[in-house]
């Protein structure tokens, strides 16, 4: 067997501001499927206020499957758009609306063996900015 101890990890680490719940506003919304064909929507969560202002907080997605809907309607919630009955929106909608959004670490392996560390979005980690009782980065909001 033989190991190379002066190869350095393979390590790409995209985490750019630490694990919390920040004002973010949606900074940009790319359209696209998956791979089953579902309309998909890639969004760009930059900090709006605060230490870390300005920073990308993470990049999230919104799936527009059957299962995918409770998720969108609790996002859309947050960000202050329609929730309920037939509605029309458009990925231009999102854009420069603000919610408070968890932000946590992720970490995993891709194919070619790199670990990739990134921030991510939980399911239900989206909250309308003026949630009572919330908190933006550990500081009371």
Request: charge should be negative; glycine fraction near 10%; hydrophobic fraction near 35%.
């Amino acid at each position: 067997m033989e190991i190379d101890f002066d190869a350095g990890d393979r390590v790409s680490d995209f985490v750019t501001v630490p694990s919390g719940t920040y004002l973010c506003r949606i900074e940009e919304v790319r359209p696209g499927t998956t791979r089953a064909g579902d309309e998909r929507w890639s969004m760009r969560l930059v900090v709006a206020e605060g230490q870390h202002v300005g920073k990308q907080a993470a990049w999230d997605s919104l799936v527009f499957s059957t299962r995918g809907r409770a998720r969108a309607r609790t996002v859309f919630q947050a960000l202050g758009l329609p929730t309920s009955g037939r509605v029309q929106v458009e990925p231009a909608d999102l854009q420069g609306r603000t919610a408070l959004v968890e932000i946590r670490p992720s970490e995993y392996q891709a194919p070619g063996g790199e670990v990739v560390r990134r921030n991510e979005v939980p399911y239900d980690g989206y909250r309308a900015a003026d949630a009572p009782d919330e908190r933006v980065s550990g500081i009371p909001f």
